[in-house]
């Protein structure tokens, strides 16, 4: 997984089993950590019953899986596929705190508005809940789900929990109680992959899903505001680029100030953008798309509104676009970008090429299932067999009646 994110002015992404901080200001020494030397797990009695008792997961690689940052900037964790939990202090300077353990391989982490609390969806569809004030700890687990989970967030006043699984549900449940399920906003028509709520929209929710649509929800009520269709958008919908008839939502951000959406599907080389309107009768408006000359792998917005982007490209793997007079432009001036390339470089390299190119959400589409069609096609066979049959004994019945008439009319004495 390669993702990026920004901690105060610390680009930060991570790339295959590593995840590396890069000061964007100032020409300071990078922070990496690397998954694969890392803490090992502690063999103990009760995995080695557990083992003898049922199958066991596979070994992992120590590729990561998630990361997050907290509200402020000053925390990140990170969970890789060895079941490993990393959390790190970002302010005043870098500072890895401690590992814990994970049950099962997880799918999102959040940080809590308080930033005491770490929440981890696994796939499985259970939601953990890690101290940060006690990192030592294990983690409780606070909900499940009857499939697995794809995105979990935190509403900005603490008192939701927001999952989305591969069933194409999202829930609002209290934080406090888990249990008491507030509300569900239900819509889309596959799995949902992308759950954001937008700076300055406290009671909005925006989702993504492999539908290929992208939906605004008042989250508290369950009421759909809107939904886009991005198939709509393309220019070229029948070109060889586009030919997938679904396109996935992999990455929904929003801008610091909360009025420009970003939208990022799976392996396609563009970027939708939208405008959020506190009033009117729709709130997100399309503003315009951006074309690209690779597939990005990810993309976020700094302190300054800037939207920096990483690309499946070892020639320009990282890009800045600046919104200038309604079009967002690619800022090949920006002084803090070949410092940052400079210290990005040489982690990107080591990051196999087959790993960037793989889609993370082939594997989570349902196969429709029409016995119908099946049945309607039987029964015609059978109707036609039988009509067949029909046939062939009227045919020879026909063909008995004649020869039963030939033989009487031989037999008939003549006057």
């Known amino acids: 997984m390669t993702a990026a994110a920004f901690c105060g002015e610390w680009f930060v992404f991570t790339c295959d089993k590593k995840l590396v901080a890069i000061h964007s200001k100032e020409t300071r020494e990078p922070f990496?950590?690397?998954?694969?030397?890392?803490e090992k797990k502690p063999k103990n009695t009760k995995d080695d019953n557990n083992s003898q008792g049922r199958a066991t997961e596979e070994t992992g690689s120590d590729k990561v899986l998630a990361f997050a940052v907290s509200p402020s900037g000053n925390l990140v964790a990170l969970t890789d596929d060895t079941k490993r939990l990393?959390?790190?202090?970002?302010?005043?300077?870098?500072?890895?705190?401690?590992?814990?353990?994970?049950?099962?391989?997880?799918t999102s982490l959040v940080f809590s508005q308080a930033e005491d609390e770490l929440l981890v969806a696994d796939k499985s569809g259970d939601v953990y809940s890690f101290s940060v004030m006690e990192p030592q700890r294990e983690g409780k687990l606070m909900m499940g789900h009857l499939s697995m989970l794809l995105a979990v967030t935190i509403s900005l006043d603490n008192k939701y929990i927001i999952t989305a699984d591969r069933d194409e549900k999202i829930r609002v449940s209290h934080f406090r109680s888990p249990y008491v399920i507030q509300s569900f906003c239900l819509g889309h028509q596959q799995f949902v992959s992308a759950l954001h709520?937008?700076?300055?929209?406290?009671?909005?929710?925006?989702?993504?899903?492999?539908?290929?649509?992208?939906?605004?929800w008042e989250y508290e009520s369950g009421h759909r505001l809107q939904s886009w269709d991005l198939r709509q958008f393309e220019e070229t919908p029948n070109s060889e680029a586009n030919k997938e008839q679904n396109p996935t939502v992999c990455r929904i951000i929003s801008s610091p100030d909360g009025r420009h959406v970003a939208v990022q599907c799976e392996r396609m080389s563009t970027v939708q953008f939208f405008t959020l309107h506190k009033e009117g009768e729709e709130p997100l408006?399309?503003?315009?798309?951006?074309?690209?000359?690779?597939?990005?792998?990810?993309?976020?917005?700094?302190?300054?509104?800037?939207?920096?982007?990483?690309?499946?490209?070892?020639?320009?793997?990282?890009?800045?676009?600046?919104?200038?007079?309604?079009t967002w432009e690619c800022n090949t001036q920006n002084p803090d970008l070949n410092r940052v390339i400079e210290a990005f470089m040489p982690h990107w390299e080591s990051l196999e090429a087959s790993t960037r190119k793989n889609n993370r959400f082939?594997?989570?589409?349902?196969?429709?299932?029409?016995?119908?069609?099946?049945?309607?096609?039987?029964?015609?066979?059978?109707?036609?067999?039988?009509?067949?049959?029909?046939?062939?004994?009227?045919?020879?019945?026909?063909?008995k009646k004649t020869k039963k008439e030939a033989s009487e009319a031989l037999t008939k004495p003549s006057v």
């Open 32 to 38: 990496v950590f690397d998954c694969s030397t890392a």
């Open 86 to 106: 990393a959390l790190f202090h970002c302010e005043p300077s870098w500072r890895f705190v401690n590992i814990t353990w994970v049950v099962r391989r997880c």
């Open 197 to 216: 709520i937008p700076s300055g929209h406290p009671h909005w929710l925006l989702s993504g899903s492999g539908d290929g649509t992208v939906k605004l």
């Open 285 to 326: 408006v399309p503003h315009s798309r951006l074309s690209l000359s690779h597939c990005p792998l990810d993309m976020t917005f700094d302190l300054e509104g800037q939207l920096w982007v990483v690309m499946d490209s070892s020639d320009a793997p990282l890009q800045v676009y600046t919104l200038r007079q309604s």
């Open 362 to 399: 082939e594997h989570l589409y349902k196969m429709g299932f029409d016995n119908v069609t099946e049945y309607k096609q039987k029964k015609q066979q059978r109707l036609e067999e039988q009509q067949l049959k029909r046939t062939k004994a009227q045919k020879a019945n026909g063909n």
